[in-house]
C-alpha cells in the first residue's frame, strides 16, 4: 500500500498514522512486535508496583481534565483531597488537570502524599503542578495505569468527569461487585451530574434484571466535601485498611 501523505500533502500526521496502521503487515512482523510490547508492559507494572507499594494507604480522585479552578467542582476537590489527606490518606489521581490537578493540590496544601498517575495522550494531558516528584509516573498504557488506581486505592471519590471517568468509575464497581476487590467506599459527587445516570441504572439496567439491587448500594452520592470525607472516614472507622489485590 502507497503512502497517501506523499501523494496528498493535506493529509495530516494522524491520517498518516491511520494509513501506516492498516498498512499489509507479515505475520512475522507481527508476532515480533507484539512479544516486544509484553516487555514494555510488564515494565510499567513493575515500575508502578514498586513506588505505589510503599505510599501506604490511598483514596483516589477521577474527575474531568477540562474543568477550570473557577468551576465549584474544582474547588470541592481541592477541599475533599485536603481533609481525606488530614485524615492519613494519600490521594492518587490522573496526574493531569482539571478535578486531577484540584486533587492534588488538595494533597499538596495538607502537606500530604499527591500522586499523579499520567498517561501520554494527544490533547489535554500533562502533568500539574502539585504532584509529589517522587511519585510522578508516566504510563502508556490505560489499563496498567486503572489496576494502579484500583491495586492502592482504598476508596474512590468520583467528580463529574468525562468517558475517562466513566471509564474509571465503572471498572471499581465492577471489580467491587464481582468480589475481585472489597467493598470499598464510591462516592460519586454532585447529585444533579449524576442524577441522570443513576435514574437510569433503575429504569433500564435494574429493570431489565443487568444489575442487581444490592448492586445500588455500590456507590453513595453526595453534594458537599464534608458529606464525602464523611463517608470516608466512616468505612474505615469500622473496617482496617487492606490492599486490594
Known amino acids: 500500500?502507497?503512502?497517501?501523505?506523499?501523494?496528498?500533502?493535506?493529509?495530516?500526521?494522524?491520517?498518516?498514522?491511520?494509513?501506516?496502521?492498516f498498512r499489509q503487515k507479515t505475520w512475522d512482523e507481527t508476532i515480533t512486535k507484539d512479544s516486544w510490547?509484553?516487555?514494555?508492559?510488564?515494565?510499567?507494572?513493575v515500575d508502578g508496583y514498586e513506588k505505589l507499594a510503599k505510599i501506604g494507604p490511598c483514596v483516589s480522585i477521577f474527575g474531568s481534565a477540562r474543568l477550570k479552578p473557577e468551576n465549584k467542582?474544582?474547588?470541592?476537590?481541592?477541599?475533599?483531597?485536603?481533609?481525606?489527606?488530614?485524615?492519613?490518606?494519600?490521594i492518587i489521581t490522573g496526574g493531569g488537570p482539571g478535578i486531577m490537578e484540584a486533587g492534588n493540590k488538595g494533597a499538596f496544601n495538607a502537606k500530604g502524599k499527591s500522586i499523579g498517575l499520567n498517561i501520554d495522550l494527544p490533547f489535554e494531558q500533562?502533568?500539574?503542578?502539585?504532584?509529589?516528584?517522587s511519585y510522578s509516573m508516566n504510563f502508556d498504557y490505560f489499563f496498567v495505569r486503572k489496576v494502579m488506581f484500583v491495586k492502592y486505592s482504598q476508596g474512590f471519590v468520583v467528580?463529574?468527569?468525562?468517558?475517562?471517568t466513566l471509564d474509571e468509575l465503572t471498572e471499581a464497581m465492577t471489580l467491587i461487585q464481582t468480589n475481585k476487590i472489597g467493598k470499598f467506599p464510591i462516592v460519586l459527587v454532585g447529585t444533579e451530574f449524576w442524577g441522570g445516570l443513576l435514574d437510569w441504572f433503575k429504569a433500564t439496567l435494574l429493570?431489565?434484571?443487568?444489575?442487581?439491587?444490592?448492586?445500588?448500594?455500590?456507590?453513595?452520592?453526595?453534594?458537599?466535601a464534608d458529606e464525602a470525607?464523611?463517608?470516608?472516614?466512616?468505612f474505615y472507622d469500622k473496617y482496617s485498611v487492606n490492599v486490594n489485590f
Open 1 to 21: 500500500m502507497r503512502d497517501e501523505s506523499l501523494v496528498n500533502p493535506e493529509l495530516d500526521s494522524n491520517e498518516t498514522k491511520l494509513h501506516n496502521s
Open 37 to 45: 510490547m509484553v516487555f514494555k508492559i510488564m515494565a510499567e507494572f
Open 73 to 90: 467542582y474544582y474547588d470541592m476537590a481541592v477541599e475533599i483531597a485536603e481533609k481525606i489527606t488530614k485524615l492519613g490518606f494519600g
Open 126 to 133: 500533562h502533568f500539574n503542578p502539585y504532584i509529589n516528584k
Open 159 to 164: 467528580m463529574p468527569g468525562g468517558f475517562g
Open 207 to 224: 429493570k431489565e434484571g443487568m444489575i442487581a439491587e444490592d448492586d445500588l448500594d455500590l456507590y453513595r452520592v453526595v453534594d458537599t
Open 229 to 234: 470525607v464523611a463517608h470516608i472516614k466512616a
